[in-house]
């Protein structure tokens, strides 16, 4: 499956995005979706994850209550809106998927797609 993220851009604090990911090849359906991030000098980070079947979801602590990620199956897409943004969420922002039915561990994707960058301005 091929993924491509898009959606990122420059926003002041406070304000809001909408990332997309469109993928292509298996369908799409098939896969649970996650949304990972890495920041200048540090580690990649898992920001969110949704089932195949979009029932269930994870948030990492430091985004619930302000991101939310969905899917559109027949759209091939996965979402993640972020609002209230704030510096600390300056990020390259990935979409994964995995062959997980659930919600995947950071460790059980297995296709990646290119980043879009993130920057929150104070």
């Known amino acids: 499956v091929q993924l491509q993220a898009s959606g990122g851009g420059l926003v002041q604090a406070g304000g809001s995005l909408r990332l997309s990911c469109a993928a292509s090849?298996?369908?799409?359906?098939?896969?649970?979706k996650g949304w990972f991030r890495q920041a200048p000098g540090k580690e990649r980070e898992y920001v969110a994850g949704i089932s195949w079947g979009g029932s269930s979801t994870y948030y990492t602590d430091s985004v619930k209550g302000r991101f939310t990620i969905s899917r559109d199956n027949a759209k091939n897409t996965v979402y993640l809106r972020m609002n209230n943004l704030q510096p600390k969420d300056t990020a390259v922002y990935y979409c994964?998927?995995?062959?997980?039915?659930?919600?995947?561990?950071?460790?059980?994707?297995?296709?990646w797609g290119q980043g879009t960058l993130v920057t929150v301005s104070s």
């Open positions: 994964a998927a995995s062959a997980n039915v659930g919600v995947p561990s950071a460790s059980n994707f297995n296709y």
């Open positions: 090849g298996r369908t799409f359906s098939d896969y649970a």
